[in-house]
């Protein structure tokens, strides 16, 4: 079946530090790509989404870029804030409707 | 406005006890979904309702039973409380058949059993 595999965290970045989180998926036919952040305490909120193959989404200086030769969509962003600590969810959504998440990677921005 | 709200957002409650989340959005979706975050953050799918109707349901026991009074209503009724039902539960809407759609989430009923 679907399936979003992302990589382990924590991962611990000092301010003004490159991110990479990867993300790589299975899935049939042409999912949709998202990636959703979790800030403590709150539910999921959508970052950015890709819809076909080469799309690159971005929001907040985040980006992503859909790779379907590669089935990845790994998140980036050139220069991290404290204010992104958070859960970072990869996921995709499938023909049949249902949204089927990674299992998520906890970023720590530390001063 | 809340777009997609969920109460109680904290439950406390015994083993064997039932208990109700309920779920409400004002975003005129179709669609609505139960989501278990359990304690390593992984979100896992229980139900869905298009229109009031059930058209996902995972492998999730039968104590566990959604009901959809309406298309802006989406409550999870659980029986027999036990230890392993302890998460967060999130409630999400979008528009049906939109799978390149957003999915708007509430902001969690963490469930703890004691």
């Known amino acids: 079946g679907d399936s979003v595999t992302q990589m382990e965290g924590p991962v611990t970045l000092s301010e003004e530090a490159f991110l990479t989180i990867n993300c790589t998926y299975t899935?049939?036919?042409?999912?949709?790509l998202f990636w959703y952040v979790q800030y403590p305490g709150e539910g999921l909120q959508l970052l950015l989404k890709?819809?076909?193959?080469?799309d690159k989404g971005s929001n907040k200086g985040f980006e992503a870029t859909y790779r379907k030769e590669t089935t990845s969509f790994h998140l980036e962003k050139g220069s991290v804030q404290v204010s992104d600590s958070a859960v970072y969810f990869c996921?995709?959504?499938?023909?049949?409707?249902?949204?089927?998440f990674g299992q998520g990677t906890t970023l720590q921005v530390k001063p | 406005d809340t777009a997609v709200s969920q109460t109680p957002k904290y439950l406390v409650t015994q083993m064997g006890n039932d208990k109700s989340i309920k779920c409400e959005q004002n975003?005129?979706?179709?669609?609505m979904y139960w989501y278990k975050q359990d304690s390593k953050k992984f979100l896992k799918i229980m139900f869905s309702?298009?229109?009031?109707?059930?058209?996902i349901n995972e492998t999730v026991p039968n104590r566990f039973s959604p009901k959809s009074p309406d298309k802006a209503h989406l409550n999870l009724h659980i029986n027999s409380l036990e230890l392993g039902d302890s998460a967060v539960y999130f409630c999400a809407s979008r528009i049906a058949g939109a799978n390149t759609g957003e999915l708007f989430f509430g902001e969690g009923s963490r469930l703890t059993v004691l």
């Open positions: 996921a995709l959504s499938s023909n049949t409707g249902k949204l089927i």
């Open positions: 899935a049939t036919g042409y999912p949709s």
């Open positions: 975003l005129g979706h179709d669609t």
């Open positions: 890709a819809t076909k193959a080469d």
């Open positions: 309702y298009n229109n009031k109707e059930l058209i």
